[in-house]
DNA sequence: TCTGGGGTCCTAGGACCC
DNA sequence: TCTGGGGTCCTAGGACCC
């Protein structure tokens, strides 16, 4: 615990829904659920109008549609499109501190501290007050909400406090009475099973859970677990901020629409796999020496299998080859709903300037702004683009806003009927530019779903890009 | 047609070593 | 006729987070 509340926690609201309405404004006001679409999918996130039906996330995209009335988006997830708005937004922390810790795509902690600021309680009630603006100035009206504390769990549960939209500072001093009334649920670290078992002793708050001794805790979930709720519930957390966390393993997965069991299909699948997860290793330098291969049987039963090399490897081809041998030791006869691959042990090549991965984007016909800094959008109120949003063109097809100035926006084109990397600038009154590809909106069917189940042969409506860097 | 996909951290047992 | 006490590495599973 600090002297000063010195931590922030920005959550962002209903994130993917959020740019999802923002880039198609028809959505707006409506509830839009983003997620799996298809007979597995489950809800990524649900808009809070669609809160308001009982939408949920993780809850299954079924019944997300039996819930939620007609009229209702669902929407695929697009992941380089909530990746830009999420950098336009990391941005903007890191104007604040140079300790900025991403959690998630949506999810950031700052340490004020390292940054030149009034640390009283009105300082940073006006620092977060204007840091919100700018957020929605800078994405388009995309809201989050903050919290400040005196560490990263007494701001992460004042970021909760109020949402949407919210802010809560929790003054030195007064953490214990903000924490004690609520439910240990809201305790980082405290899910379904811990809840259940404080429940069985009669502990359902953070105040009940401070009455019981280290002991007790420790005996009841553990030695880490225990430690760490202990010190929780009395607002006793000194984690600091980390930047650049590096990652500890990399893994893909994927549950299928049906069951699969024969054995060609399945070693495609994991050639698969193994290959997205290669692919992505060496994009980051990276490589490690244990490969896990993860198996999901129909009755939901999961086993994972691993082994560990002697020498670290990205090649998919020879991850593919370990996995096989993982998967030939695994009874598969009742069938097969999920497999992934992953690899963790990971260890950073260190080679120097070897590579210079910060190349350029591909500029065409772009005398001037080839450079636009995404972290300095430029004043914005005469024109209604905001970085990282996405656009249509009649002539160029899809793009998205790369940097945007006063009557003037750049858009970089990625879609089929362009090069990839193509940067244009045009007017900010341009007619040309239209906000939002089409989303793949799919009208609620009362007569769905199709008893005939998905049809293999269909490739999902959008099929995640694992290789989306943003 | 209940239950995705990407992660992190912890535990516990066995092997092995000093 | 006995069995200690650490430490590390590996494997499998589980809880939890967004």
Excluded at 176 to 189: A, C, E, F, K, T
Excluded at 254 to 266: G, I, K, N, Q
Excluded at 377 to 395: I, K, L, R, S
Excluded at 416 to 423: I, Q
Aim: charged fraction near 25%; proline fraction near 10%; glycine fraction near 10%.
């Amino acid at each position: 615990m600090r002297r000063d509340p010195s931590i922030l926690h920005l959550d962002l609201d209903a994130f993917f829904a959020a740019v999802e309405q923002r880039d198609k404004p028809s959505l707006r006001g409506r509830p839009v659920v983003v997620g799996g679409t298809g007979g597995r999918g489950v809800v990524s996130t649900a808009s809070y109008e669609a809160r308001a039906f009982g939408a949920r996330s993780a809850m299954s995209t079924i019944e997300a549609r039996r819930l939620c009335p007609p009229g209702t988006a669902f929407l695929g997830s697009r992941f380089a499109a909530y990746r830009r708005t999420s950098d336009v937004v990391m941005a903007l922390l890191r104007e604040l501190s140079p300790l900025v810790e991403p959690v998630s795509i949506d999810e950031a902690y700052v340490d004020l501290a390292a940054g030149d600021h009034d640390l009283s309680v009105a300082g940073v009630t006006a620092l977060a007050t204007d840091l919100k603006a700018r957020i929605a100035a800078a994405t388009g009206g995309v809201t989050g909400s903050v919290g400040i504390g005196t560490s990263k769990a007494i701001a992460k549960i004042g970021s909760e406090l109020r949402k949407p939209d919210g802010l809560t500072v929790v003054p030195p001093g007064q953490e214990l009475d903000v924490l004690h009334p609520l439910p240990v649920r809201s305790l980082g670290g405290v899910g379904p099973a811990t809840a259940e078992r404080l429940h069985q002793i009669a502990v359902t708050t953070v105040g009940d859970l401070h009455r019981l001794s280290l002991v007790d805790l420790t005996s009841l979930l553990g030695q880490a677990h225990g430690t760490g709720l202990h010190r929780l519930a009395r607002a006793d957390d000194d984690r600091p901020v980390v930047a650049d966390r590096e990652a500890k393993s990399v893994s893909a997965e994927e549950t299928y629409a049906r069951d699969l069991s024969d054995p060609v299909r399945l070693g495609a699948e994991v050639d698969a796999l193994a290959r997205r997860v290669g692919t992505r290793l060496r994009s980051s330098g990276t490589s490690g020496r244990t490969v896990t291969l993860k198996v999901r049987r129909p009755d939901f039963s999961t086993l994972t299998r691993s082994s560990t090399l002697p020498q670290p490897i990205d090649d998919p081809r020879l991850i593919a080859e370990v996995a096989h041998r993982l998967l030939a030791g695994i009874d598969r006869h009742a069938g097969v709903r999920l497999l992934g691959v992953g690899v963790s042990g990971l260890a950073t090549f260190v080679q120097g300037d070897l590579f210079a991965l910060d190349e350029p984007p591909t500029t065409t016909d772009l005398p001037v702004d080839e450079s636009p800094d995404p972290e300095q959008p430029a004043p914005t109120a005469a024109v209604p683009w905001y970085p990282g949003q996405d656009v249509e063109h009649d002539e160029h097809g899809a793009g998205w806003v790369w940097g945007s100035g006063l009557n003037r926006v750049t858009v970089r084109f990625e879609g089929p009927r362009t090069p990839p990397g193509r940067v244009r600038t045009f007017a900010g009154d341009d007619p040309a530019l239209r906000p939002g590809s089409p989303p793949d909106w799919t009208p609620p069917d009362p007569s769905a779903p199709d008893p005939s189940g998905p049809d293999p042969s269909e490739p999902d409506p959008t099929p995640p890009d694992p290789t989306a860097a943003g």
